[in-house]
């Protein structure tokens, strides 16, 4: 075992959010993440830098999940949801996860390209580091980002999210 | 809460990855996995040479083998060719940069979508040299020929249908990808 594995373990949730904003099916989510790990599992002798371990796996995370083909997969049916049955959670919970939902929802709607550049913002990496990953330049970052961000305001305007 | 405060609450909201405690061992599980399929490919490939190289050596080559060579001589480069060109992701292509990945992967599918015209192509033509074949033995040869004649023929049929199927699956998935990869560097 590379001796870098236990770290890309503990960034998996970083890692996890990559593959659901290519994905929203749980259950192809979980094969893509799959793939994400043993892709990263076959490339860590490649990496020479181990304080670049972050941006290596989310690279590898990004490549995968742009050229992962939504797959036909049938979805369960839902059950309706029974207050009486249920523990509920507290409003402030909900509306949170309600949140999370409709911002992956709403990148789903999102072209590549954009997707790609408002994911590794709000994962925390500035304009260079998004360029290096993307092989673009950081000014074409700003414009995506710019772009994108104004799609997801006007769609959380026609939704009412708040 | 400002529009990027919210979107980078929803964003971390999402931190919950499924149970991944045994993680290392389903990674070697899908690695083992994919060594499997490898080694069954080469092992069906290796039993094919071996009937067909034996009834040479031997020199007791009867009508079905003098048939089913032609068949197997095409076939099985076509299947290797296939096999080994198919636009599977490789790990170490997916470290470079997203625009670098894309292009590559463009390449490779391209090329996928070639070996596939390719695969049906030679299916056709296998099954033309089996009706033909078939056409031959039926006015000029015995019944062990014929007989030879109807394998030759079930397998052209048997052939066809897997590359069919095989090609109409693989071409829808591969050319959605082609048009998503390729929105990331062409517009």
Redesign the interface.
């Known amino acids: 075992m590379h001796p870098l594995w236990p770290q890309v373990k503990a960034f998996q949730p970083q890692l996890w959010r990559a593959v659901c904003g290519y994905e929203l099916n749980p259950a192809v989510r979980e094969e893509l993440l799959q793939e994400v790990l043993l892709a990263i599992w076959e490339s860590l002798p490649r990496l020479h830098e181990a304080d670049r371990l972050l941006p290596f796996v989310l690279r590898i995370a990004h490549n995968l999940g742009a050229s992962h083909v939504r797959a036909e997969t049938r979805m369960a049916t839902p059950v309706p949801f029974d207050d009486a049955l249920h523990d509920v959670a507290d409003p402030a919970t909900a509306e949170a996860c309600a949140r999370t939902q409709w911002l992956f929802e709403a990148l789903a709607t999102l072209p590549l390209k954009l997707r790609q550049v408002l994911m590794l913002q709000l994962e925390g990496f500035d304009y260079q580091e998004i360029a290096d990953m993307l092989g673009i330049s950081p000014e074409n970052v700003g414009v995506r980002l710019h772009r994108a961000r104004d799609r997801l305001k006007s769609l959380s305007k026609e939704e009412g999210i708040q | 809460m400002s529009?990027?405060d919210?979107?980078?609450?929803?964003?971390q909201?999402?931190?919950?990855?499924?149970a991944?405690h045994d993680?290392?061992r389903?990674?070697r599980r899908?690695?083992m996995r994919l060594r499997l399929l490898r080694t069954l490919e080469v092992a069906l490939t290796i039993i094919a040479v071996l009937v067909f190289g034996q009834a040479l050596l031997s020199g007791r080559v009867d009508p079905a083998h003098w048939l089913l060579m032609p068949f197997f001589l095409a076939f099985l480069p076509m299947a290797w060719i296939f096999v080994l060109r198919s636009p599977r992701?490789h790990?170490?292509?997916?470290?470079?940069?997203?625009?670098?990945?894309?292009r590559l992967?463009l390449a490779q599918l391209r090329t996928g979508l070639r070996d596939l015209w390719l695969a049906r192509t030679t299916a056709w033509v296998l099954l033309a040299y089996a009706l033909v074949v078939n056409a031959g033995v039926w006015v000029l040869g015995g019944s062990s020929w014929r007989e030879a004649g109807l394998a030759l023929l079930l397998m052209a049929v048997a052939a066809m249908a897997v590359t069919l199927w095989l090609s109409r699956t693989l071409r829808q998935?591969w050319l959605?990808?082609y048009r998503?990869?390729y929105?990331?560097i062409g517009g």
């Open positions: 529009f990027d919210l979107l980078k609450d929803a964003w909201g999402q931190a919950q990855a499924p991944q993680l290392t389903r990674v899908r690695q992701r790990a170490a292509d997916a470290t470079g940069s997203a625009s670098t990945y894309a992967r998935r959605r990808e998503g990869v929105r990331i």
